[in-house]
């Protein structure tokens, strides 16, 4: 009998302790998804630079502060073609600064266009992408 009691005691005692574990696990999750949000604020990121000359290449600059805890770095910034050329700030940024992304679009042809930059950062599992547009005359 007394090994029934024992056996009895010890199986409640597990059970309890598997039901005390399941809400830490819960919040941890819930930590690691609040930790991962995003700690970058762009200021814009689409801009039409309206009509610009055929043959004089336009600058574009985007801006971003860093909102997190911690100092973010650009990994890399990508042009959507050769007719982008891009530059970026290449220091860290520290928490509460901002930063600078350029995009020069060289306006060889006439028309219409929409061009992108995808910047990649440390704060961001996903590259942003930025967009540009205009029309060349």
């Known amino acids: 009998m007394k090994i029934i009691k024992i056996s009895m005691l010890a199986l409640a005692l597990s059970l309890m302790s598997f039901s005390a574990i399941a809400p830490v696990k819960s919040l941890v999750s819930e ?3 609040f930790e991962a949000a995003s700690t970058i604020v762009w200021k814009a990121e689409t801009i039409d630079v309206g009509q ?3 043959g004089t290449p336009k600058a ?3 801006e971003f502060k860093n909102t997190g805890k911690t100092a973010v770095v650009i990994t890399q910034v990508q042009g959507s073609c050769g007719c982008t050329a891009t530059d970026y700030t290449k220091e860290p940024i520290a928490p509460g600064k901002s930063a600078k992304v350029t995009a020069t679009y ?4 006439k028309g219409a266009f929409t061009k992108t930059v995808t910047v990649t950062t440390s704060a961001e599992t996903t590259p942003k992408v930025l967009t540009l547009k205009g029309t060349v005359i």
Do not use: K
Not at 106 to 109: E, I, L, M, T
């Open 60 to 62: 574009i600059v985007y």
């Open 52 to 54: 610009i000359p055929q």
């Open 106 to 109: 060289n306006a060889a042809n």
């Open 31 to 33: 930590t690691e998804v």
